[in-house]
């Protein structure tokens, strides 16, 4: 059975006809509109046009409408998309074509400019792509996109992961990658938002930023803490010959201690990260067929 989830926050100009959309392509699937909190009525446009409709009683962020919709779901696989008009319902059917081919991740991978809500966006996303490609070594192609196919039982095992923000794309699919399970890029063309976003660059700029430790966080943080403990301890080591051909005393200053011992401390932090990491990933992979 196919579960198609929508998170939905003061969507009503659109949950209709992506909800009738979805279930004239999908009649025999569970199609749950989470409305976060809305105050236009979009649950009961999403529940008269044919969805499922779960009610948050205040605004919990998408990333807990997901949550609350991936629990609510009966279908072996799930879809999530946006129920603002920019995903095409006609694409679920490509997500899952190639989910059959034996993913248990199908992300579908907006590309090019005129497929970001701006230019600031666009290039925060390609940053995050490029950065989370070095961690994983494979080519990543989209690691905010909302729009996606996923095996429910593996999703809802990282399920204790996901924050309630718009950050849950990022976190599921590098939980994904460091499970070890396989993960394919779909690409995709999205519509322009119709409506208001719900993403302010000002409120959310240092949020977005954050991802880019939790990327690190939850695949490999030794990976980013080893080349600033290294660069830290080197300027210790270049700051202690400088003095010296300075002064001509090859003095151990008060600096160079400094320097050299917050590189060690950042090494034995990532390596302590490193291995929390690994417990935290210890009992996933195990199916229950």
């Known amino acids: 059975m196919l579960s198609i989830v929508l998170p939905a926050k003061n969507e009503s100009a659109t949950v209709a006809r992506v909800v009738g959309g979805l279930c004239a392509y999908f009649p025999d699937a569970q199609v749950i509109v989470v409305d976060d909190g809305s105050t236009d009525g979009t649950g009961e446009i999403a529940a008269t046009a044919g969805a499922k409709v779960v009610t948050q009683p205040y605004s919990k962020g998408n990333g807990a409408a997901i949550k609350r919709g991936a629990l609510a779901a009966k279908g072996d696989v799930l879809v999530f998309m946006d129920a603002d008009g920019q995903h095409d319902p006609a694409d679920v059917e490509r997500l899952l074509y190639k989910y059959g081919e034996g993913y248990d991740l199908v992300v579908g991978a907006r590309s090019g400019l005129g497929s970001q809500a701006s230019v ?11 950065f989370a490609s070095w961690m994983v070594g494979q080519p990543i192609d989209d690691l905010t996109s909302g729009f996606r196919a996923v095996n429910r039982k593996k999703f809802l095992s990282f399920l204790y992961l996901l924050p309630n923000g718009f950050s849950y794309p990022t976190t599921s699919t590098m939980a994904f990658y460091r499970a070890g399970y396989s993960v394919a890029f779909l690409p995709i063309k999205v519509a322009k938002r119709q409506g208001s976003g719900h993403i302010s660059l000002l409120r959310d700029g240092l949020r977005f930023l954050l991802i880019i430790f939790k990327v690190g966080t939850l695949y490999s943080p030794l990976k980013v803490y080893f080349p ?22 090859w003095r151990f200053t008060n600096m160079t201690a400094l320097l050299v011992s917050s590189g060690v401390i950042m090494f034995l932090l990532g390596l302590l990260s490193e291995q929390l990491t690994n417990l935290q990933y210890k009992d996933v992979g195990v199916d229950e067929d």
């Open 120 to 130: 600031a966006r666009w290039g925060a996303n390609s940053f995050y792509n490029k």
């Open 228 to 249: 600033f403990s290294v660069l830290t301890a080197g300027l210790g080591v270049f700051n202690y010959v400088a003095t010296a051909i300075m002064s001509d005393s």
